[in-house]
């Protein structure tokens, strides 16, 4: 199967199946003699794991992360690292069922189109799990910007039809309840919506919005490799998101030039901008504002009330959806949004130091 990594400098290749042995990503070009021990990667996977409220799964998965390789002395050695998570409570027989049936909203019968063969425990490597390589190796990137000041906030902007208040901002209590919200009233109501939901054997999309603090000016290359169009594919490529945008995103089909623009202005010695309405890039390169971006979240297809589908023969059946499933994944996925935009950029920061003839003069002759 090709498609399973991403990066160019900095690469992640993530590997398992759900309801296979383990999930694991091998990192390739991590520099040598960042300190890293595994609890440093538990932190982020911590943040998506299931079981931690009734509005995710209740498969019981302590995703324990095992570093195998590419570390030294407590420190990264150069070389591949190479992590590995167990999975521990597969419930396999929940989807001996579908094995016979396509599944409304997930990727069974576009598997058997492409393979001619599918595993249907959980998804196979279209499960959700999948992302458990993407957090472990993201959580590296993470740790190497945080050396450069390069910090991220990302929270729950919306679940169903609840949106977060500006006025009720409070970044401190994202980690406080367990959809990761920054406005607790705003959480409070999407509580009740995901219990009216559970209620009718339902599922709730919504939006995660992530704010990248202390970018340099200059990442991103005017053409094919653009900051935001890498930052697209990399959100994208989680499965269960179906929209991103930038700044305003869609709203500046509505604006006008002289609203949309962003003055730039000097302040405290600096070129700044007034405003941000292009999200922190400008003709696909980091502008020094804060990047701002959001990702769109399609509700859990996996849901009990009964739907149409067609069996492996074409006939019309009825099913109901059985196991363990999230009745929504926004909050889980927050950290795997961080996670993807911070391999994104640390690969960006790493391919940028080629950019000018005097830095790369600079670097050697000191």
């Known amino acids: 199967m090709a498609g399973s990594s991403f990066g160019n400098i900095f690469r992640i290749t993530t590997w398992g199946e759900s309801h296979g042995k383990g999930i694991g990503v091998v990192v390739d070009g991590c520099p040598a003699g960042l300190p890293l021990c595994e ?4 932190q982020y996977l911590d943040r998506r794991k299931p079981g931690q409220s009734k509005f995710t799964t209740q498969r019981n998965e302590a995703d324990t992360v095992e570093i195998l390789s590419g570390i030294f002395e407590g420190k990264t050695s150069g070389t591949p690292i190479s992590l590995l998570v167990h999975n521990q409570d597969q ?3 929940d989807y001996s069922e579908i094995a016979s049936y396509y599944r409304p909203g997930h990727a069974d019968y576009c598997f058997d189109s492409k393979y001619g063969f599918r595993d249907y425990r959980g998804g196979g490597r279209s499960s959700g799990r999948e992302t458990i390589g993407r957090v472990a190796g993201g959580a590296i990137a993470a740790k190497i910007l945080e050396q450069m000041g390069i910090t991220f906030v990302t929270y729950s902007k919306s679940i169903g039809p609840v949106t977060i208040s500006p006025e009720r901002f409070d970044a401190s209590v994202i980690s406080q309840n367990k959809l990761y919200m920054p406005d607790e009233k705003a959480a409070e109501e999407a509580s009740a919506y995901l219990e009216q939901c559970m209620k009718e054997s339902n599922s709730a999309g919504g939006t995660i919005e992530c704010v990248v603090n202390g970018l340099p000016a200059g ?3 005017p053409v094919f490799e653009k900051l935001d169009a890498n930052l697209a594919k990399a959100i994208l490529s989680i499965g269960a998101v179906k929209g991103f945008e930038i700044g305003d995103g869609f709203g500046v089909s509505s604006s006008t030039g002289l609203t949309n623009n962003d003055a730039f202005i000097s302040r405290d010695g600096k070129i700044a901008k007034a405003t941000n309405h292009s999200g922190g890039t400008l003709g696909g ?3 020094g504002s804060p990047l701002v971006f959001r990702a769109a979240v399609k509700p859990t297809p996996s ?13 019309e059946i009825e099913i109901s959806i059985k196991g363990r499933h999230d009745p929504v994944v926004v909050p889980r996925a927050v950290v795997v949004v961080e996670t993807m935009a911070a391999i994104t ?10 950019a000018r003839l005097d830095k790369i003069v600079d670097f050697y002759k000191k």
């Open 91 to 93: 419930h396999s027989g």
């Open 345 to 354: 950029i640390l690969d960006a920061l790493l391919s940028n130091m080629t």
């Open 303 to 315: 849901i009990a009330s009964a739907q149409q589908t067609v069996n492996q023969n074409g006939e």
């Open 39 to 42: 609890q440093d990667i538990q």
């Open 285 to 287: 390169i980091s502008d």
């Open 219 to 221: 990442l991103g290359d």
